[in-house]
């Protein structure tokens, strides 16, 4: 029984095959055949299509080379592609830079005085032989000032006695300045009674013979001023202005 089965089976697979395959169509038995003329009817010149070759030749669809040369249809273009945005290697080795050049210090600025106006002649003087512009007079506002003296005395002998006393009682003193050569001076002050004060400090010392007097009135005085002081000019007004600079040297302006 199971024999006839697998025979029937076999025998059935068989003639699926050959109706499929059209076998029996002389018999009348065959699948209906799959068609589509009306693609056939919507080509457009057919005859004109050319298949296309790197050498720019043609072939036909029969496979012949196109000896009239004809062109193939362009094949679209590719788009270029995009520019890398990676970062450059970190392999290649980068230009030096130089190095940063340290900026020169400006020269520094340096004045002297205060000048009274009766030194102004011999200070032009001094400064001529300075480069231009290197040097200004400024003028600056002088307070009065007073001065706690001992003097005129008649000689040398005289003065150098007064000074033995005031060192023995241990007070200082100064020199008054030519104005009032042969003297002393024991102290300089900006107003009157500051050195009425002092004066009065210096009785109880034993000093008795010392006096208030007005040094200086108000009145206008004068600073030198190097506003770019090289070396090289530092040292060449330092030598031309060597006397009126004894007493006030050079310094950094303030």
């Known amino acids: 029984m199971l024999r006839a089965a697998v025979l029937v089976l076999l025998l059935a697979n068989a003639g699926y095959y050959a109706w499929a395959q059209g076998l029996l169509r002389s018999w009348g038995w065959a699948p209906p055949e799959q068609s589509e003329p009306q693609r056939l009817e919507q080509q457009i010149q057919p005859e004109n299509l050319r298949l296309g070759r790197a050498n720019g030749t043609g072939t036909t669809p029969n496979g012949n080379a196109n000896a009239n040369g004809g062109e193939a249809p362009a094949a679209p273009a590719t788009p270029p ?19 940063p050049v340290a900026a020169a210090e400006p020269a520094p600025c340096l004045q002297a005085g ?23 007079l400024e003028p600056i506002s002088l307070t009065g000032r007073w001065m706690v003296y001992m003097g005129r005395f008649a000689d040398e002998d005289t003065l150098e006695k007064k000074r033995a006393e005031l060192r023995a009682r241990k007070v200082p003193y100064d020199r008054p ?10 102290g300089r002050f900006s107003t009157e009674e500051a050195a009425e004060r002092a004066l009065a400090t210096l009785g109880t010392q034993g000093v008795r013979t010392a006096r208030v007097v007005q040094e200086r009135t108000d009145a206008t005085g004068y600073v030198l001023r190097l506003p770019a002081a090289t070396a090289a000019l530092r040292t060449q007004a330092e030598g031309q202005l060597r006397g009126l600079l004894a007493s006030r040297p050079l310094r950094a302006c303030g």
């Open 114 to 136: 205060t000048f009274e106006k009766g030194q102004l002649d011999a200070l032009r003087t001094a400064t001529a032989g300075l480069p231009p512009g290197s040097w200004t």
């Open 177 to 186: 300045g030519a104005a009032l050569e042969p003297g002393l001076s024991l």
């Open 81 to 99: 592609a995009p520019a890398s945005t990676a970062a450059p290697s970190t392999s290649e080795a980068a230009p030096a830079s130089a190095p």
